[in-house]
Structures are given as C-alpha cells and as structure tokens.
C-alpha cells in the first residue's frame, strides 16, 4: 500500500473519529440543556415549608409542589387578574378566612405573599377539601380552581366524570401530570 493512500485513510478514519466525537459531544450537550430546561419547568423551591405544611395537613408534598408550580411557576409574589396572590394563588378573602380558622394572627392580604403563609393557607384549604370531598383528589384539584360548589353541583356524591369548564379540565390534567414529573425529578421528601 503506498503512503499516499494510507494517508488518505487514516485522514479518513480520523475524520470519521472527529465526526462521531462531535455527535456525543452535541448529543450530551443536548442532554444537558433538556436537564436544565426541565428543572427551570418544574422548580422546587420552599422545600421545608412544603414538608412541614403537607405532613401537618395530610398531603403528599409533591402534589402540593404541582399545585405552586401549576398556580404560579414558584413565583411567591405572583398577583393574579382577578387578585389571587402568592405561590399558591390563594384569594385574599379565602385567605383572611382560612387565616382564622387556624389561627394565624395579625392576618393581611400582603401575608399571601410570604411562602410560610401562603403555603400554609393553602396546604390546610387542600385539607379542608379533602375531607368536603372524601380525599378524591380530582374533586379537590378541581375545587381549588372552580370552587367547591360547582364540584358539588358537577359530581354529587359520585365521580367527577363531567367538568363543563375547558379552564378546570385543563389545570386538573395539568396538575395531575406536574405531579407525576415532580415524583420523577425530585426525591426530596
């Protein structure tokens, strides 16, 4: 075999080397930036108060991280069209009331906006629909956006198989699935 050809082989192969080594590189790299875009999707943030809210109020706290990310991508001082403020878009009024139903003192709206109350508030709203409607948990995720009476008035004392708002059924799905790629992501509690 001549040099030449040789050389234009081995020039070959190192080319065919270089080529697959830039297809890892970009493939990992792809694989990096889909992790990173996936995390900045579905943060989690106040971990601990999430804990602590969710075991003191009986709900699993990667539910309760799919409600903060699907009500307000884990803004603490998101304010909403029609009012609703903080993490978990809690109404000012079912705040205040919520607020002394479990005693939580020197309640103001603008306390919505601190994570601890506002994911406290919520954490026992969640509880307090839970028991309303036996720990179905798609009545709950369906009352926390549409209230309860409409869930009441849609399902009765059965399933909840008809929601006439396009709004609710979307941000039930959407809740749902959050939940399971939290369970995926995070192995935090």
């Known amino acids: 075999m001549s040099g030449q050809k040789r050389s234009k082989e081995e020039h070959m192969r190192r080319g065919r080397v270089w080529t697959i080594a830039c297809v890892v590189l970009v493939a990992a790299a792809a694989l990096l930036l889909r992790g990173v875009v996936i995390y900045k999707l579905y943060p989690l943030e106040y971990k601990e108060e999430i804990k602590q809210y969710s075991e003191q109020y009986a709900l699993d706290p990667y539910f309760v991280s799919a409600v903060i990310c699907a009500e307000s991508g884990f803004d ?33 709206a603008d306390s919505l906006l601190e994570p601890d109350t506002n994911i406290r508030i919520g954490c026992w709203y969640f509880s307090y629909l839970s028991e309303m409607f036996g720990g179905d948990e798609d009545k709950m995720i369906a ?4 209230g309860p009476n409409n869930v009441l008035e849609w399902a009765g004392d ?24 939290y369970k995926g992501l995070y192995n935090e509690f």
């Open 158 to 181: 059965g399933k909840l198989t008809d929601i006439p708002f396009k709004q609710t059924k979307d941000y039930l799905a959407k809740v749902k699935r959050n939940k399971q790629i």
């Open 76 to 108: 603490k001082t998101a304010v909403s069209k029609k009012g609703a403020m903080g993490l978990m878009q809690i109404m000012p009024d079912t705040g205040a009331w919520a607020a002394e139903k479990i005693g939580i003192s020197e309640y103001s």
């Open 143 to 146: 009352a926390y956006n549409a």
